[in-house]
DNA sequence: TTGAAAGCGGTACCAT
DNA sequence: ATGGTACCGCTTTCAA
């Protein structure tokens, strides 16, 4: 048993293809009766027009591609259900793919594109191979890709990320206002743009304040659970620890304090840690973790949100370097940090 | 600037379309000379088929489609990495939709399918409508289906899921091993598969060893955090508090012991917390959390290649009811769970 | 308002 | 081994 085609719909319904395309598409090009005729066959056999026939003639898919560095990551999955947000009302689908898999394959990460699989692309790694990154520099892409959450350092594409800097800079200024002066902090990837930033951030602040942030105070390289936790370990040897962790993270803050709690360290009595992200096991940890609240939602939502623009043609072409989204971030205060003590 | 199309490369090339598409898709089948001379003309200029034409002529479009109800859960996302890991060597790409936008949009969750943009379905919801179903029940679309961690009841359709019942009688012999005869359960959504399987394989346990499970004794409504937090003031109150709480989830499980903690019961001091699922955080938890492992990859790896399997028709057709592929589970046992007290 | 027919960009059959 | 060409299913002029 074949699917049903236009044809069979046109025959069943006594009319010609075309009339019964207008039906679908232009309801009002086609007189009441005749649609109303042609729909009753739709309905009755449950007619859907084949996706690929469409696409390949009208030239869209209508369907964007998000490209993640790790599926398996929950940190991203917020920011897809909000790319799903915007892109769902405007009847477009999501394609998704990870970049692990595709280098594996040895595929340009792009290919979705130039196969016109995609219409667009939606890219959660700032961290791309520069060949791909050439691809969609070309004029036919430019309008076709927007960067969310990361960003590839020294390129112009339109971006949505999260006020990082100012984020570390609200972090350290709750720590300062309770009168710590001894930090150490959880950084993420060595080259990952985000480590850069709020790295930049923290400093920045403890600059201000006159707080110097040793090398030897910097640990961790992933944002990964299990990262904190061994870090903790490692900080707090010494003879002197410090009475505040900034955690890039919050999975690092996590760990962390599970490490410290391991080792009978109190949070925050004697040691405050504060995080990055505010996902939602945040608020349930014990102590519930101080964080720098970042909304992965609106990310996902306003960088599709951008895409579509873009996509339709009434993107703003002037800017030949179009200005990156910034979204607020603020601090939510929970039981991980306290007054340092003396 | 369009994009380059076979005529093009065949023009350059010096060669017909036909000669092209081979040396793309059949290399065997030209000469070496020839092959040479279109892959260069290729490789210069970076040209990719275009997916929609090929589809449309092969009637493949390589591309299978996960339902998941969710895609800020973070639990499904690492059934998608899972499922990723099946479809990538195998050159099938995933299109993702959450069940929950596709209702908004009154579209038919099998509307892909039907519509050929997929050519096979992953459904990781088992709560989906019956006309849904019952589209998924054609001839048609038998093979094209299969359902991984939760599944239909009452539908026979090619399933991957954990050995649910099994978890929880593990979860109860642990406790009871432990001197437990006070129990407490914390359900998810009440229609939810998962809850009747386990709820079920609890009971099935508890009365073995002569323990009812009064109806008082169960509370929650989902699997999320949240719900696990607010259940855990509810269960503690009363004469009579028990000893150890089965949870149907991890996230419930974390809520729970967050909740307990807020009340100043300790755990597993007081009570004894089981999770269900071991997700990435239940080890770092505090305490780390006792839980029932589910291998949520393997079921996402599994699933995607069973229907791989279905798709290329070397599906064994003579079992009219497939059997479902149920996966082991196993204890974990961490720090939740301690002797009852006396 | 409706129908006939020309493609969209590939693939694969049939000749050569 | 290679080329010519019908066709996949749908949309969209162009005429009627």
Redesign the interface.
Known sequence: ?K?MGIKDIARLAGVSTATVSRALSNPDRVSDATRAQVMAVVQAH?Y??????R??RVQR?D?VLALVP?????F???I??GI??SL??A?V??????TL??Q??RQ?AV??L????ADGLICLDGALPADSLA?LS???MRHRVVFACEWPIGRDFPSVRSDNRAGMQLAVAHLLEHGHRDFALLAGPPGNVLTRERLAGAREALAQAGIDLPESRIDGHSFE?ADG?AAAARLMQGPKPPTAILCLSDQLA??C??GL?RMGISVPGDVSVIGFDDI??AA???P?LTTIRQDR?GLGRIAAQRLLDGLSGRTTDEAPAPRPTVLPITLVQRGSTARAKR
């Open positions: 048993m699917a449950d859907r027009a084949n996706s690929q026939a696409s390949l898919t369907t790790n599926l398996g990551n929950p991203f999955s917020e897809i259900a799903q947000d769902a009302p009847g689908d999501l394609l998704v793919a990870d898999t595709q594996a394959r340009s290919s979705h130039q196969a016109a699989r691809d070309t004029p036919a659970i936790f996590i760990g304090m599970s709690g939602a096991l349930y940890s014990s519930p939602r």
